[in-house]
């Protein structure tokens, strides 16, 4: 089964923000007081310029112009950028968190675990029944970008 999610989580706020400002679809409330904005390629490219420069290594998506407006988005909040790619159990997935405009972790990318630690850094807690802050906050309701962008629609 496969599993390809971009994606911000932050403050509904700062998320419904960002996609007013690129034109995006609407944010989606997760648990815990935050949203994520399912990105799809056809939407970061409709804010980030190319030709794309300094595309960083282990992500698909996440170039320096893209990490210069997370920065700019969380000038005075936080946000995590995250990218999964699974297929039949292998792959990976990056994440960096962003903190006042500064970067507070990655970018990096691995097998597992990028994602968690960055939601971490945000404060999501991790309660029973939950196993990791990724599934504690909800990330793990769809296993594709589409199908978040198809609950943002309603």
Not at 15 to 41: C, T, V, W, Y
Not at 42 to 50: C, E, G, K, L
Not at 108 to 114: D, I
Request: aromatic content about 8%; overall charge negative.
């Amino acid at each position: 089964m496969s599993h390809f999610v971009i994606g911000i989580v932050g403050k509904p706020e700062a998320l419904e923000a960002f996609a007013e400002k690129h034109s995006l679809h609407l944010p989606i409330e997760l648990s815990q007081g935050f949203s994520l904005l399912p990105l799809r390629d056809r939407d970061i490219a409709s804010f980030v310029a190319s030709p794309l420069s300094g595309q960083l290594h282990g992500f698909n998506c996440l170039s320096e112009q893209l990490l210069q407006e997370l920065r700019l988005a969380s000038s005075d909040t936080f946000l995590v950028y995250f990218e999964t790619e699974y297929f039949g159990g292998m792959g990976a997935q990056g994440a960096v968190a962003l903190i006042d405009g500064q970067l507070a972790f990655g970018p990096e990318s691995a097998e597992f675990g990028t994602i968690n630690r960055a939601l971490a850094l945000l404060g999501v807690a991790v309660n029973p029944p939950a196993h990791d802050e990724l599934e504690a906050i909800g990330l793990n309701r769809h296993r594709q970008t589409e199908h978040w962008v198809a609950e943002s629609r309603g």
